[in-house]
């Protein structure tokens, strides 16, 4: 399985439901490293407003929104 990491801030709407969406889709158990990018010079650069970011072994999955077929691609 890989390693699924989802790019994020405090108090992020967006981030929580794609978190709940991705153990739904992934199970519960499932681990999934979550980096908040405040305080991150370079995230924050890098990704902005554009949170969430969803990756799996590094590579981009989707942003903003669950894409539940993307993520079962990489299963």
Same mark, same amino acid.
């Given at each position: ?5 989802? +790019? ?38 890098? +990704? ?28």
């Amino acid at each position: 399985m890989p390693q699924w990491t989802v +790019y994020s801030r405090a108090d992020c709407s967006l981030c929580e439901r794609m978190l709940e969406e991705l153990a739904e889709v992934l199970g519960p158990q499932a681990p999934v490293q979550v980096v908040d990018i405040d305080g991150e010079p370079e995230l924050e650069r890098k +990704y902005g407003t554009r949170i969430p970011v969803l990756l799996a072994d590094g590579e981009f999955v989707c942003a903003y929104r669950l894409d539940p077929e993307r993520v079962r691609g990489y299963l």
